[in-house]
């Protein structure tokens, strides 16, 4: 028997791999001579960059950058020599959770080009970037500019950052880009398929929880609009409208444009980093999870992913959750075969959710599941 383990996070409790880690002992208390393959897995969103580090064996970089309010911030991402790939979250540099009070207009993704411009440094042609939680409506001029772009107004003068500058942008120059972008793919994790601009665009739809008021939604988006329209004269190409491209402010376009990114959702794209499907086509059992099991699992969540992505090879999946809502049973029409939560009996959230106590609980649980399998298939 071949049972491939595929859990995403329990946050605060366990990491992916530690769950994952923790259901293959199970798994082999019940069935020794099983064998157990553990993949790291992740939605594209927070987290994501700790589980690649984690199962792939990577290599965590600590950088000091700019903060989305031209601060220095302590920021990281993973480093995959061997595959000469990074790993990063945009948040880390450019989060909503690094401002202590929201500033739209000002907001810059400076410091993911940055950090872009390290790994770069260091010989990296291939970036898997999640955009999530960001702080900023730059349109991504910030990140551009840290990797060599000009933008410049009528008088020729640099236009500045945030979105105060989209508007007086008349002028992009690539002389001084970074020759080391020559080549490099970018591999964006966006769940999202919100356009540039309009009142379904990042302005009207993200803006606020960024701080942009009501007053200033429409002048905004019209500057948004402007800066996408000189971009894509100079580049020749029509990304505005395209879905994703106004994720986190604006940064989904400025990918697409100014460096021939690829929108992917963020499931799909740290499965395929880390080779599940090569692990599944041989498999007789896929073992996912998170810590909630609920409605919201089957809207681009990693279980729902793994589950799919097992269906393609007539593979049963088996789910562990550290709670299950009332409403969770919509997973099983998704693909998930049968979910069990882990939780052995009346405790506090606090107590379930320490890390030695949830891996026991996974372990015991994954191990009376699979004691189950075993009898079942011998009655077969």
Not at 72 to 93: C, H, I, Q
Not at 126 to 131: A, K, L, R
Not at 170 to 183: F, H, N, S, V, W
Not at 242 to 258: E, I, N, Y
């Amino acid at each position: 028997m071949k049972a491939v383990v595929a859990i995403d996070s329990f946050k605060g409790s366990m990491t992916s791999m530690q769950a994952g880690n923790a259901a293959k002992r199970g798994i082999l208390a019940a069935h020794p001579e099983a064998e157990v393959v553990v993949c790291p897995v992740a939605d594209g969103g927070e987290g994501t960059t700790d589980a690649l580090i984690e199962g792939l064996g990577g290599e965590k970089i600590e950088l000091a950058v700019s903060g989305p309010l031209g601060d220095v911030v302590k920021a990281y991402y993973g480093w995959l020599p061997e595959r000469k790939t990074a790993v990063m979250e945009m948040a880390s540099a450019a989060g909503i959770t690094l401002v202590k009070k929201k500033d739209p207009l000002r907001a810059s993704t400076r410091g993911v080009g940055e950090m872009i411009a390290d790994a770069l440094a260091r010989g990296c042609r291939d970036f898997i970037i999640g955009i999530g939680g960001s702080a900023t409506n730059d349109g991504g001029i910030g990140m551009l500019k840290a990797l060599g772009y000009t933008f410049t107004d009528e008088n020729g003068a640099d236009v500045g950052e945030g979105a105060q500058a989209l508007g007086r942008v008349e002028r992009i120059c690539a002389d001084q880009r970074t020759p080391l972008l020559e080549g490099v793919r970018f591999q964006i994790a966006c769940d999202v398929t919100n356009p540039l601009c309009g009142e379904n665009g990042a302005t009207y739809i993200f803006g606020p929880q960024k701080g942009v008021t009501e007053e200033q939604k429409q002048p905004i988006d019209e500057a948004m609009r402007h800066y996408a329209k000189v971009a894509e004269q100079y580049f020749r190409c029509s990304t505005a409208k395209a879905a994703g491209a106004g994720a986190a402010g604006g940064l989904g376009f400025a990918f697409l444009t100014f460096l021939s990114g690829t929108l992917i959702p963020g499931v799909t794209l740290v499965l395929e980093v880390t080779g599940l499907e090569k692990e599944l086509q041989d498999a007789d059992f896929a073992v996912t999870g998170e810590g909630r099991l609920d409605a919201q699992s089957v809207m681009g969540k990693a279980p729902v992913g793994v589950a799919k992505l097992a269906k393609k090879y007539g593979v049963k999946t088996i789910a562990f959750a550290g709670s299950v809502a009332r409403d969770a049973g919509c997973c099983n029409a998704s693909g998930i075969d049968a979910f069990f939560p882990i939780v052995r009996g009346v405790t506090t959230l606090e107590a379930a959710m320490e890390t030695e106590t949830a891996e026991q609980n996974m372990a015991a649980a994954a191990e009376q599941v699979f004691r189950l399998l075993t009898i079942a298939s011998r009655l077969n």
